[in-house]
């Protein structure tokens, strides 16, 4: 499985964005698809996630209400739409899937198999 993540850039605080992660693979049902970040100097840590089968989502705390996790069955394609940012949500994205995952480690990197190269979204005070 490979995966791309593409949409970051530059953004002032309070607007927009859409991150896009595509997916060299046939399905992705079974898998859960997570979103990452990682700014600098900083651990990676986790924004959201879905089920892909189920549609079940989760976000990390600090981007509830501002972000949101989608898919898209037909374009096998999952997205992150950001609203509201803050400098402090500057970081590099990652997109990540996971084949198995239990529910406790859906937010815990290592539970994912595969990831994405990373795009970077820098937001302006």
């Known amino acids: 499985v490979q995966l791309q993540a593409s949409g970051g850039g530059l953004v002032q605080a309070g607007g927009s964005l859409r991150l896009s992660c595509a997916a060299s693979?046939?399905?992705?049902?079974?898998?859960?698809m997570g979103w990452f970040r990682q700014a600098l100097g900083k651990e990676r840590e986790f924004v959201a996630a879905?089920?892909?089968?189920?549609?079940?989502?989760y976000y990390a705390d600090s981007v509830k209400g501002r972000f949101t996790i989608s898919r898209d069955n037909a374009k096998n394609m999952v997205y992150l739409q950001m609203s509201s940012l803050k400098p402090e949500d500057t970081a590099v994205y990652f997109c990540?899937?996971?084949?198995?995952?239990?529910?406790?480690?859906?937010?815990?990197?290592?539970?994912?198999?595969?990831w994405g190269q990373g795009t970077l979204v820098t937001v302006s005070s």
């Open positions: 990540a899937a996971a084949l198995r995952i239990i529910l406790s480690m859906t937010r815990v990197s290592s539970s994912y198999d595969y």
């Open positions: 693979v046939r399905t992705f049902s079974g898998y859960v």
């Open positions: 879905i089920r892909w089968s189920a549609g079940t989502t």
